[in-house]
Structure formats: structure tokens, C-alpha cells
Nanobody, 116 residues
Framework: QVQLVESGGGLVQPGGSLRLSCAAS????????MGWYRQAPGKQRELAAS???????NYADSVKGRFTISRDNAKNTVYLQMNSLKPEDTAVYYC??????????WGQGTRVTVSS
């Protein structure tokens, strides 16, 4: 079973930046398209950003232009650079492959709180 460990969350003021990391225990290239999901308090989880093996990216409208997803296959790590953070970005962020076989997998996530 592949292990995915998210890190990098924390408390940040509105307008600030954070970079999240997702370290995998094996090759992320073999995992295919990777995604960063998030769940805000009282809301359903949503796919915030994804990146495929050709480094093509997709973003939710709510984060487009502010977040950047990237992957480093050599380090088996996926990143999410988050800029111009807003209070509504407050959520627990999770990473995992965007694939049916991973539907019920959720790691421990990393909490992001945007507040003054």
C-alpha cells in the first residue's frame, strides 16, 4: 500500500502564501494523475487541483490563478503552492491519485487556516 504524507499547513494571514507537500513512499509517476483535495468546515471535499504525468494541470475555479500544483517525480513529491490566500481557503488539504481505486482513501491531511 502506497503511503502518502501531507505537510506544510499552518496558520497564515489573508494574502499570505503556503506551500504544501505530499511525499509518497513509492514512485508518483506510477500513480498517474495526482490531486490536491480540500475539505472546508461544514462543506464537502472538493478537488482543488490536479496534475497528470505530462504535467498538465487543472484547477477549481475558486483557486485558479492563485494556486499552482507541481510534481517532482525524482523526489516522489507533489506540491501545492498557494498564494493570495483567502479565509475561504481554510480547510484540511489532502493529496491522492485521481483514480477510482483511490475513492475511499484519505490520509491525515494537513490543515490550513487563513485568518487575521
Amino acid at each position: 500500500q502506497v503511503q502518502l504524507v501531507e505537510s506544510g499547513g499552518g496558520l497564515v494571514q489573508p494574502g499570505g502564501s503556503l506551500r504544501l507537500s505530499c511525499a509518497a513512499s513509492e514512485s508518483i509517476f506510477s500513480l498517474g494523475t495526482m490531486g490536491w483535495y480540500r475539505q472546508a468546515p461544514g462543506k464537502q471535499r472538493e478537488l482543488a487541483a490536479s496534475i497528470n504525468t505530462l504535467d498538465r494541470t487543472n484547477y477549481a475555479d475558486s483557486v485558479k490563478g492563485r494556486f499552482t500544483i507541481s510534481r517532482d517525480n525524482a523526489k516522489n513529491t507533489v506540491y501545492l503552492q498557494m498564494n493570495s490566500l483567502k479565509p475561504e481557503d481554510t480547510a484540511v488539504y489532502y493529496c491522492k491519485p485521481v483514480a477510482p481505486g483511490w475513492l475511499y482513501y484519505w490520509g491525515q491531511g494537513t490543515r490550513v487556516t487563513v485568518s487575521s
